[in-house]
């Protein structure tokens, strides 16, 4: 009873557009000879890709060290991540950001003067003290001085943790006292949808809470708003930051750390994960290039926050590394206007446009047809990330956004994972909406049961695990090891990294992410994952979102509650009548065994500032429980209201 069944099918398939393929990075042989070198010889493979791309200061004779799941990669060898992003390209006059405010103002930064700016700010940092392997907490907005920061940070061999600047103080000191921080870097504020945050004043409330271990708080300037300075503040002069600082980089092992970032949990303490420095860097560095085709001549926009794993991988690390330009935006999606993605694609021409399946599906609800008053023709590569795209968002975003004409890259992999784990080659993957089709080569992922028994028979569901290490995987939580076993590695005694996630394999082989393991719900014997019920109820024309959790049922066992988000076009008034129309479409998309025998509507769904669903406060509500766990997360917290008068 461990087997998931799965109810959903997809019959369209996309080949590559042919002038895509004739131009792209890697094509079907190149994907054949690094598939085949792999499997020939793991060791041999990681070794030339880590000597093609990094450049090391002190060459590495050891490539894969320690058994599970204490794994080191190139640890001998020395690098820094700040040298590769900026110092190799600094003879290059070419533009490294490009960077929209949210009330408009455009500012380029060259890789030359991107660099000046991280020297000088790395020779500041230094001037007060901080040393190899200090903690320092990065609490700003997605402007090129966080990005400076970063790279700054990892230059001197300083570990960041970049906290999203939308987090409550309490979130903040929390992070700031499990690593024991030396030094808060923040700005005085900034714009979203319009309105002034107050970073700073967050940042004295958190520590005005208790953060004994802070020596010093770095605020730029950013909007010149007024707030109350304290005994630690060092003031960022921007004046400072454009000298001309030759300031060489601390060698780092390939193992010493180089960030913490935070995610939530499901007991109420966030985890704290750690990456190295080597091993993650070959891992962004080869899936900028393989899965987003990055080319010289790019402007490439991931809509994420650096405070998240995707902001650190696809908005800085990975791009720079590879010598791209970057475009951000540190605004919000819909403001001042519902079209703001599509003008700012238009106005600069961005070539590669990374976002998330939300993302996706609230424009969609706000206007399907609106992309149509914009030129996007510059596009020429889509992707998506953050949690499984359903097919038929999948098909707008194809149509409308990629005027069907752009591979759409669905990509899985987690902050855990440091990098793309699952995900399509543009040039060479056949592509079907809703799959993340195939593992990227170097990748060894399986689909076990629960006792480890891999699950072969296409369309059986089971959890999804990595059965062999990757040069980015996580080195630990930290300060919890024991956490860190018993969360990745114990269910299956260390053999395999267990992701969390069901999945399942189809007849051509590709992965379709079926959901949490968690949100497998059990209904009359049948275990049914919940991305394919949610994915039948968004199909239907007036739905926008759906998530689907279980709730104890005296007959079935577990029966299924669905809370669905409509679109502005819905003008039916009489919702009970409307959930049965619900019930018999799922009926008919699945069968009747996956029908919701209860259905919520709301104007939202609670979700993470990265816009994740959070199934587990459903799950809490359906069920009539107290909300458990880690919510500092949480984006929008007056759902939660509202959802409890929908039950």
Sequence with gaps: MSVIESKLSEKKNYKPNKDFTAKANIKKDDLNNLTSSYVKNPHDYWEKLARDYISWSKDFTKVLSGTAPNYKWFEDGELNVSFNCLDRHANQEKDAIIHISEDNKKTILSYSQLGIMVKS????????????????????????????????????GLIHSVVFAGFSAESLKDRINDCKASAVITVD???????????????????????????????YNHNNTEFVKKDIDVIWNENLTKRSIDLDPIQMNSEDILFILYTSGSTGKPKGIVHSTGGYLLHCMLTNKWVFDLKDDDIFWCTADIGWITGHSYVVYGPLSMGATILIYDGAPTYPHIGRFWEIIEK?????????????????????NLPDDFDLESLRLLGTVGEPINPKAWEWYHSKIGSSKCPVVDTWWQTETGANM????????????????????GIDVGIVDNDGIEIDEPNKGGNLVIKQPWPSMLRGIWGDNQRYLDTYWKKYSNKFYVTGDTARFDELGNIWIMGRADDVVNISGHRLGTMEIESSIVSHEYVAEAAVVSFKHEIKGEAIHAFVTLKDNYSQHNTKEFADEIRDWVKEKIGSIAKPDRISFSSGLPKTRSGKIMRRLLRNLARDENITGDISTLENE?????????L
């Design 121 to 156: 700010f790395a020779f500041e940092l230094s001037s007060i003290g901080l040393k190899k392997g200090d903690r320092v907490i990065i609490y700003m907005p997605t402007i090129p001085q966080s990005i400076a920061v970063m790279l700054a940070c990892s230059r001197l």
């Design 422 to 441: 699952i995900a399509p080659i543009p040039g060479v993957t056949n592509t079907i909406p809703g799959t993340c089709t195939k593992p990227l080569p």
């Design 348 to 368: 600069n021409q961005v070539s590669v446009f990374y976002t998330a399946p939300t993302a996706i599906r609230t424009l969609m609800k706000l206007g399907e």
């Design 189 to 219: 504020s900034f714009l979203r949808n319009g309105k002034i945050i107050t970073t700073k004043n967050t940042v004295n409330a958190a520590l005005e809470f208790g953060c004994p271990s802070i020596k010093h708080l770095i605020i």
């Design 638 to 646: 007056d759902i939660i209201t509202q959802l409890r008068k929908t």
